[in-house]
């Protein structure tokens, strides 16, 4: 089978660290299912990979990808990307698909006979492929972590990540007022027309102090995350695109009584739910692009440009 691979990883130049070509395809496991690939879509958990930051539970080719959407057992699927505990347990924090030595940019993938959810019939397989990883974490930091209700005002920053655009969909269908940070002036108006109400250079003052911070980006914007919540209000992290060391003015953190809380992907509950969710409410994720599998290494350096607006996705079969 096809597969995009990594066998020497490569700190300095990650992109070309990916190989693509032909590995043996591997034997179901009993209890698992297969999954014939549509498309996959890249993370930044594949550029740590690229350049060995990651586990690797074997020395031979390490398959790449945590998202994609197929074809099991005859039924549209997209695939939940998470494995179960050793105990059996679906958890957020346990080990991602890849990093077991299973991962999704092949065109035939084995997974848990549980993990795999009906594709909404209304996306197309690129689009399903963007849920898995930054729809997951979005939805989990906005639902589980910030509590998020109707008339609430949450600051996404960053507005062009894949959980970043995921966040502005999610919270504008939740009935929230969005606002966004972006240094790209495109960028702020592509998050304008997913329904941010106000899209905001990088650091700027926003119109109200918010109830609830995404924050993705870390180093960069954490102070202005600190300085944009009300008293009383939250931010949710999940990752640190531009540094994970930032800078915390405790005063703010106690005076306004700000809640921080650390989010890591999603339970199997609620990848079910965030479909259903997507499903209501005919939500479709931001692609930035597709790119066939041999060229999925433009991928990976558009991801390390910053330059992408939503999914960066591969077209598999
Ligand atoms: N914990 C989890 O389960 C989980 C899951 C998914 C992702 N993550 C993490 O979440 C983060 C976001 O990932 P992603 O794939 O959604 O997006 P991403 O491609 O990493 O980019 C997010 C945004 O970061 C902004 N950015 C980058 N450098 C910046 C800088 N120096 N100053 C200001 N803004 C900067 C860019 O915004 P503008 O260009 O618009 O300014 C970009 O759109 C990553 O660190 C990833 O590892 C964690």
Redesign the pocket.
């Known amino acids: 089978m096809k597969a995009a691979f990594v066998t020497e990883p490569d700190a300095t130049d990650p992109a070309a660290a990916i190989r693509v070509g032909e590995l043996d395809t591997p034997d179901t496991p009993d209890g698992w299912v297969r999954v014939d690939v549509r498309a996959g879509a890249l ?3 594949d550029l ?1 990979t690229l350049r060995g930051a990651t586990r690797r539970p074997h020395p031979g080719p390490h398959v790449l990808g945590s998202d994609a959407a197929g074809v099991a057992e005859g039924r549209d699927v997209v695939v939940y990307p998470v494995l179960p505990t050793a105990d059996g347990r679906a958890v ?1 924090h346990a080990t991602l698909l890849p990093d077991a030595g299973h991962g999704v940019l092949a065109e035939h993938i084995d997974v848990p006979a549980g993990h795999v959810v009906a594709r909404p019939a209304h996306l197309d397989w690129a689009e399903a492929a963007s849920l898995p ?2 729809w997951l ?1 979005a939805y989990r930091m906005l639902f589980a972590k910030a509590a998020l209700a109707p008339g609430q005002v949450v600051l996404v ?10 966040a502005v969909s999610l919270a504008v269908a939740a009935g929230a007022t969005v606002f966004v ?4 002036a495109r ?2 108006e592509r998050a304008l027309a997913l329904g941010a109400a106000a899209a905001l250079d ?1 650091g700027a003052r926003t119109p109200q102090p918010v109830d609830v911070v995404i924050e ?6 954490f102070e202005h995350s600190t300085r944009s919540t009300r008293v009383g209000g939250t931010i949710v992290v ?6 994970f060391t930032a800078n915390l003015d405790l005063t703010r953190l106690f005076a306004r009584e700000i809640t921080v809380h650390g ?3 999603g339970s199997l509950e609620e990848f079910r739910a965030l479909l259903e969710f997507v499903t209501e409410h005919r939500l479709r994720p931001a692609v930035d692009s597709t790119v066939d599998l041999a060229d999925v290494s433009t991928q990976a350096a558009r ?1 390390l440009a ?4 939503g999914k960066l996705c591969v077209r598999v079969a």
Not at 181 to 184: D, G, I, K, N, V
Not at 216 to 221: P, Q
């Open positions: 993370n930044m958990h740590w957020p990883t930054a974490t920053q960053g507005a062009g990540g894949g959980v970043a655009t995921a940070t972006s240094r790209s960028k702020r990088t993705t980006v870390g180093a960069a914007t999940c990752g640190g695109t531009s540094g989010s890591t992907m991801m910053g330059t992408a607006f």
